[in-house]
């Protein structure tokens, strides 16, 4: 073994290439995942526009959701502990969360396919519109790319007032009320936008 190099440096080295493979991956089917996702939300709300904007209000919300209720539903750490935690328990408690973590960033990068960019809607409205052939479903898809944007900034506070507060209960549940209201009256905002 190289000197300076710990066995445990050396065995993430995998982890770390094998995370960016995937990232690059997700990256790639991300950016080919509008025709499909789009398929198949017109398909299960057949044509209704606010059933479909439930499905956009839902799948926004979602990245939110699992980053927030793990962490809001997992019992605090007691706050005076007998020892110095081993490496295991402290390497343990980091892992908790990865999975639903790394099922949460999907989630928040997913939730963008279906939405025009607020910033260039053109090319992405106009796949919508031939695979809906709803003006409706153009328009709120429009207007909800801005409203997503909110609802995923809301999931991530969220997010973050139950980790640092997971010794309130209180604000345990104002960060589950946060995740699953957010998506709630985002979709409300958009279903009264369109009319």
Known sequence: MPRGQTPRASSDVPVVIGGVVGFVALVWLLMHATVPVVTVFDFASDGRPKLYAAFLAGLAGLGGLLLTLPRAVTQPAPV???????????????????????????????????????????????????????PEIVELSAVFA????GILVVGLVAAGVAKVYSHAAALRVLAIALAVGAPVVGWFLVVHAIG
């Not at 892992?95 to 910033?119: I, K, M």
């Not at 801005?146 to 944007?149: G, K, R, V």
């Open 80 to 134: 005076v502990q007998s020892s110095v935690p081993s490496r295991r328990e402290a390497a343990a408690r980091r892992r908790s969360h990865l999975r639903t973590d790394l099922l949460g960033v999907a989630a928040l990068l997913l939730a963008q396919v279906p939405l025009p960019a607020p910033w260039g809607p053109t090319g992405k409205a106009a796949t919508i519109a031939n695979i809906t052939k709803s």
């Open 146 to 149: 801005n409203l997503s944007i």
